[in-house]
C-alpha cells in the first residue's frame, strides 16, 4: 500500500499546469533588501556589459579577481582565454552567454566580500568556443570546501534541459575570518582537449535570516521522517537552488525579485492529475501584501498574490490530495520551503480553510491553517521542512484537505522552493544520462513540448487557452480511464484499512521500546531526572539520532488509564506548533506509559523569573514570551479540530528554548472540549492558577485557561509566586493581591524590583489591564486567548516604539521610564465587579494549602487525590 503513490506518479497522469496569460503591474517600487555584495561578471568579455533587464555585468579580461598566476602560462596548451562563442544564443538574453572564459587548467577566482551567506550563480551557454567543442568540457567547480559541480557536462544538461543556456544557483556562507570566496574551475581529465568553462558569475549577499539561521518568530526547517526534529541550515552547509516557482503565477525576472536577483519560474513542476479535475487558480494582483510574520524580502509580492488551489468540488476535494511533483537528485537532503498567504476574500477566519501537508509522501504537519499561522488574510507565512530523498528522482508535495473541520475544504499553495543541501561538502549529483533520459524527464519532455504548443495558441485569448487546457486534460483522462480504476480501487483498499485500524498512530509519532527509553535515560539514572511530579519523573536522554529528548515516565498507579494514554498520544501526536513542546514518541512496553517530548533547554519559565540562580529575563524578552505562549495556548483553543483546553497552565509549563521562544508543555490534564460549551469534568489544575468559576462548578472551558494565564502574566510582571503561604493573608494569592492593588492604585508597588523604570508607561498600563480582564471572576467577562494574544502583541510594540525613541535621544542604551500607577479611570473595561471581589475574598480564605483541600474535597473523592496531587507537586517546586 505504502508505494500506492509512486505507482501514481511512474504513470504519466502528469499534466503540467501553466497560466501566464495575465498581465500584471510592473514592479516599480524599491527592492526591499539591497545586498551588500554585488558582483555580477560577464566572464570572458573585454567590455562592461548591460543586460536585457538592465543590469550591469563587469568585464572579465583582464579579470580584476582572477588569483590564479597562471602556472603554466609558458605552456600555451594550458593557459586559459576568454573567448566568444561562435555561434550565439539563438534565444533568450546575450549577456552574459555570449562570451567566456575558458580554463585550460585549474584556475580560481577569489571574490572579496563581507562575511555571512551569498548567492553564486554560475551561468553556462554550452556551444562552440574556437576550437573548443562543448561536448569535451567535463570539469569540476569547487568554492571554498565546496564541489559544487562534479566531471560535470554543460553540454548534456542543456541537452536535457532542451535549452540553449541556463543558470546554477548556489547558496555558500562566508565565514567571518575569510572575507573571500574563492571558485575554483578545473578540467576532469588532464589531457589536452579536456577544459573547463563559464560565462557568467554572479556574487550576491542575501539576509542572514533568509535561508539560514532562523527568522524571528519563525520554527526551524522539521526533519520530515525524522520525528520533525528542527534541522538547523548551519554556516558549514552549502545549498544549491533546484526549484524556485512561483505557484499559479507567472514566471518572475531577477529584476523584480526583491533585491537579490533570484529567479522564480512558473513551470518545471507537475500537477498531478486524476479525474478530469482541473486545480483551481485564484489570484489577485493588486491585492495589498502585509509582511508582519516574515520579511518582506522573502519572496515578491507577486509570489504571495497568486495560487493553485483544488477548487470547489468538495466530493473531489475529500478524496484526493493536490499533487506537486518536482524532479531532484537522489541521494541527499532538500531543504522545502512552502509559500502560503491567504488573499481570497472568502477566507478570513481560522478554520476557514486547514490541510495536512505532506512532503515526499510523509505526513509533515497533520493540521496547518494559513490563517492561524500568518495571522490573517493577505499577510503571507512560509513552512520550512527538510526531507531525506534516497530512494526516488523526485520529491512529491501533497496537500490534503481537512474536510471534516475546514469551512471550505480546499488546499492553497503560493510558492515552492527546494534546496539541495551538501552532504559532506558535496553538491554535485551525476550528469542527466546522454542517450537513455529517465521516465521522468521523459515526461516532462513531452509536457514541455505540449506546453510550448499551447502557450503559443494560447496567447491572443484566454478562452482559447482554457478550452485547450479541457482538451488536453479530459484526453489524458480518457487515455488513462483504466489506470484511473485502478486508482479508486486502490483508494478504497485503503481507507477500509485506515477505518479498521486502531493502533497508535505510528506514521507521525514514535513508538519506542522500553529498551530504547531505558538507553536513553541510562535506566531512568536519578542524575537525569529533570522534572518530578505526583505524575511520575521527567529525565533527560538522548535518543538514537543522537537528539535531546525529555522522558516523562509515568506512574503505573497514576489517575490516567491506559485508555486515555492512548488518546492523550494520538491528541499529541497531531499537534506541531511553534509555540507547543511536540511529541516525539512513547512507549507502552510492559504496562509502561512513557512520553518521548522534544527537550527545551532553557527550562521553565519560572526559573528565569524568580527562585533560581538565573539572571532575571528583561522586560522586552518576558513580553516576547508572553506573547509565544498567547500563541501556543490559542492555537489548542482555536487553531485545531477541536477546541483543546490545556488545564494546567502555569510557569513552570511554559517552556523556554535555546532561542528564548516559548513552548507551552505538560498535556498531561488537557481535555478535548468543544468551544463554547462547558465540558463537565472532575476539577483539576494547580492552586493559584484554578479558575474560581470551574472551582465552584466543575464547568470547563477554554475561559479556565484564561484565568490561569492571567496569573502567569502577573507572575512575571511581579516575580512572586501564585500563592504563597508565609505571605499575610490578602497577599497570599497572587491574583487577588494584584487587583486588590489595581484597585488601590498601588500595583506598580508590587512589580519585580529588577522591572523598574524598565517599562514603558504605556506598555505598563496595557500589560496590567490584559492581566487584570484575565483573572476576572466571571468567565463571560474574560477575554478569548486570541484577544489576549493580540493585545501582548501591541503591548511589545509599544514597549518597542518607547525603547527605539529612547535609545535616539540615548544610544548609549542607559535609560529609564517613570513610575507610573495603573488607575482605575485608565482602564476602558467594564467597571469593577464587586459581587465578584465579594466571592473572590470569600475564595481566598479558602485558598490556603489546608482549607483549600477542604473546599475542593467537597467535589468527589478523585477531585481530592488530584488536588493533593497538585499540592504535592507544587511543594515540590516552589
Ligand atoms: C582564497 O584565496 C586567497 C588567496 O589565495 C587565500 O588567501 C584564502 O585563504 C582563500 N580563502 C578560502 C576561503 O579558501
Ligand atoms: C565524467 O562523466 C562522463 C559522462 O557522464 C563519463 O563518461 C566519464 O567517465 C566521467 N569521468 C570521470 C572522471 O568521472
Ligand atoms: C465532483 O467530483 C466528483 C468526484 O471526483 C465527480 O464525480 C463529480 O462529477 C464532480 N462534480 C462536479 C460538479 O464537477
Ligand atoms: C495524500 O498523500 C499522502 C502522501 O503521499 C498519502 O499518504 C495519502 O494517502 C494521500 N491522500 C489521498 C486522499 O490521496
Not at 293 to 299: D, G, R, V
Not at 392 to 414: A, F, G, M, Q, V
Not at 417 to 442: D, Q, R
Not at 559 to 577: C, D, H, K, P, W
Request: net charge negative; charged share 20%.
Amino acid at each position: 500500500m505504502k508505494n500506492l503513490p509512486v505507482l501514481l506518479i511512474i504513470t504519466p497522469f502528469y499534466f503540467l499546469f501553466f497560466l501566464n496569460n495575465y498581465i500584471t503591474a510592473v514592479n516599480s517600487s524599491t527592492p526591499s533588501y539591497i545586498p551588500v555584495d554585488n558582483i555580477a561578471m560577464d566572464c570572458g568579455s573585454l567590455t562592461d556589459n548591460d543586460s536585457e533587464d538592465g543590469r550591469k555585468w563587469i568585464k572579465d579580461e583582464p579579470s580584476k579577481f582572477a588569483q590564479t598566476q597562471d602556472q603554466q602560462a609558458n605552456s600555451p596548451t594550458k593557459s586559459n582565454y576568454a573567448s566568444t562563442a561562435i555561434l550565439q544564443p539563438n534565444s533568450g538574453p546575450k549577456v552574459p552567454f555570449s562570451t567566456a572564459r575558458i580554463f585550460r587548467s585549474p584556475f580560481t577566482y577569489s571574490f572579496p566580500v563581507t562575511p555571512g551567506p551569498k548567492f553564486v550563480r554560475l551561468y553556462f551557454y554550452p556551444a562552440q568556443y574556437q576550437d573548443f567543442d562543448a561536448s569535451k568540457a567535463y570539469f569540476h567547480v569547487k568554492a571554498g570546501s565546496f564541489t559544487l559541480l562534479k566531471n560535470f557536462s554543460a553540454n548534456l544538461v542543456a541537452k536535457n534541459l532542451n535549452q540553449d543556456s541556463f543558470m546554477r544557483e548556489f547558496c555558500i556562507n562566508v565565514a567571518e575570518p575569510d572575507q573571500r570566496l574563492n571558485l575554483t574551475f578545473v578540467p576532469s581529465s588532464s589531457d589536452n582537449y579536456s577544459y573547463a568553462f563559464v560565462n557568467g558569475i554572479e556574487i550576491v549577499s542575501m539576509p542572514t535570516d533568509l535561508y539560514y539561521g532562523v527568522e524571528k518568530g519563525m520554527h526551524p526547517p522539521s526533519f520530515v521522517a525524522q520525528n520533525n526534529q528542527p534541522f538547523e541550515i548551519s554556516d558549514n552547509l552549502a545549498l544549491e537552488t533546484i526549484w524556485r516557482i512561483n505557484m499559479g503565477g507567472r514566471s518572475i525576472s531577477a529584476k523584480d525579485d526583491t533585491g537579490m536577483y533570484r529567479k522564480w519560474s512558473d513551470q518545471g513542476y507537475s500537477i498531478l492529475v486524476t479525474d478530469n479535475h482541473i486545480p483551481f487558480n485564484p489570484r489577485n494582483v493588486t491585492k495589498p501584501i502585509k509582511y508582519s510574520k516574515i520579511k518582506s524580502y522573502t519572496a515578491p509580492d507577486e509570489v504571495y498574490q497568486t495560487a493553485l488551489s483544488m477548487g470547489n468540488n468538495m466530493t473531489y476535494n475529500s478524496h484526493h490530495n493536490f499533487t506537486c511533483i518536482l524532479p531532484v537528485d537522489r541521494g541527499f537532503n532538500y531543504l522545502v520551503r512552502l509559500h502560503f498567504c491567504e488573499f481570497e476574500d472568502l477566507i478570513t477566519r481560522v478554520n476557514d480553510r486547514s490541510f495536512g501537508i505532506y512532503i515526499g509522501n510523509q505526513m509533515a504537519q497533520p493540521f496547518f491553517d494559513v490563517i492561524d499561522f500568518s495571522g490573517g488574510n493577505g499577510i503571507p507565512i512560509y513552512q520550512d521542512y527538510v526531507i531525506d530523498i534516497h530512494s526516488k528522482d523526485n520529491l512529491s508535495i501533497d496537500l490534503h484537505p481537512n474536510e471534516k473541520y475546514s469551512r471550505y475544504p480546499d488546499t492553497i499553495l503560493n510558492g515552492v522552493e527546494v534546496f539541495k543541501i551538501s552532504k559532506n561538502w558535496n553538491l554535485a549529483g551525476p550528469n542527466p544520462e546522454p542517450e537513455h533520459a529517465t521516465p521522468f524527464s521523459n515526461a516532462t519532455e513531452k509536457l514541455k513540448k505540449k506546453k510550448k504548443t499551447t502557450l503559443f495558441i494560447g496567447l491572443g485569448s484566454a478562452t482559447a487557452l482554457l478550452v485547450i487546457i479541457l482538451c488536453v486534460v479530459s484526453l489524458v483522462v480518457l487515455w488513462r480511464a483504466k489506470k484511473k480504476k485502478f486508482y479508486y480501487n486502490s483508494y478504497k483498499g485503503k481507507s477500509n484499512r485506515l477505518s479498521k485500524a486502531s493502533s497508535l498512530p505510528e506514521e507521525i509519532c514514535r513508538r519506542f521500546s522500553l529498551s530504547d527509553i531505558k538507553t536513553a535515560t541510562n535506566d531512568f539514572d536519578d542524575e537525569l531526572v529533570i522534572g518530578r511530579g505526583g505524575f511520575g519523573n521527567v529525565f533527560r536522554g538522548v535518543i538514537d539520532d543522537g537528539s535531546t529528548v525529555a522522558v516523562k515516565r509515568l506512574n503505573p498507579g497514576s489517575s490516567q488509564g491506559a485508555r486515555e494514554f492512548v488518546t492523550e498520544i494520538e491528541m499529541l501526536s497531531q499537534l506541531r506548533y511553534v509555540h507547543l513542546v511536540s511529541l516525539i514518541g512513547y512507549c507502552d512496553d510492559n504496562g509502561e506509559m512513557i512520553l518521548v517530548y522534544e527537550y527545551v533547554a532553557n527550562g521553565t519559565l519560572r526559573d528565569h523569573i524568580y527562585g533560581s540562580d538565573n539572571d532575571p529575563l528583561p522586560w522586552r524578552q518576558r513580553l516576547e514570551i508572553c506573547v509565544g505562549a498567547a500563541r501556543g495556548l490559542h492555537y489548542l483553543h482555536a487553531g485545531v479540530k477541536n477546541t483543546i483546553i490545556h488545564r494546567d497552565v502555569k510557569t513552570t509549563n511554559i517552556l523556554l528554548d535555546d532561542n528564548w521562544v516559548a513552548k507551552v508543555s505538560d498535556f498531561g490534564l488537557s481535555r478535548i472540549g468543544v468551544s463554547d460549551t462547558a465540558v463537565n469534568t472532575l476539577v483539576k489544575g494547580t492552586f493559584g492558577y484554578l479558575d474560581p468559576e470551574y472551582a465552584r462548578n466543575q464547568q470547563l472551558t477554554e475561559k479556565s485557561d484564561v484565568y490561569s494565564f492571567g496569573v502567569v502574566l502577573f507572575e512575571v510582571l511581579c516575580a512572586r509566586k501564585p500563592v504563597d503561604a508565609k505571605l499575610d493573608h490578602d497577599q497570599r494569592n497572587l491574583a487577588y493581591w494584584a487587583q486588590k492593588c489595581i484597585s488601590e492604585g498601588t500595583i506598580q508597588n508590587i512589580i519585580d524590583p529588577f522591572l523598574m523604570g524598565k517599562i514603558a508607561p504605556e506598555c505598563f498600563k496595557k500589560f496590567v489591564e490584559v492581566a487584570q480582564s484575565c483573572v476576572r471572576e466571571q468567565r463571560i467577562q474574560r477575554p478569548t486567548m486570541h484577544d489576549v494574544m493580540e493585545k501582548l502583541e501591541f503591548t511589545l510594540m509599544l514597549q518597542e516604539q518607547a525603547d527605539n525613541a529612547k535609545e535616539e535621544i540615548n544610544p548609549d542604551g542607559v535609560y529609564s521610564y517613570p513610575e507610573v500607577s495603573f488607575c482605575e479611570s485608565d482602564r476602558n473595561i467594564p467597571s469593577y465587579d464587586t459581587s465578584g471581589l465579594q466571592s473572590r475574598t470569600h475564595l481566598n480564605s479558602l485558598d490556603s494549602d489546608t482549607s483549600g483541600l477542604s473546599f475542593l474535597s467537597m467535589e468527589s473523592e478523585s477531585n481530592t487525590a488530584n488536588m493533593s496531587k497538585s499540592a504535592t507537586s507544587r511543594s515540590t517546586t516552589l
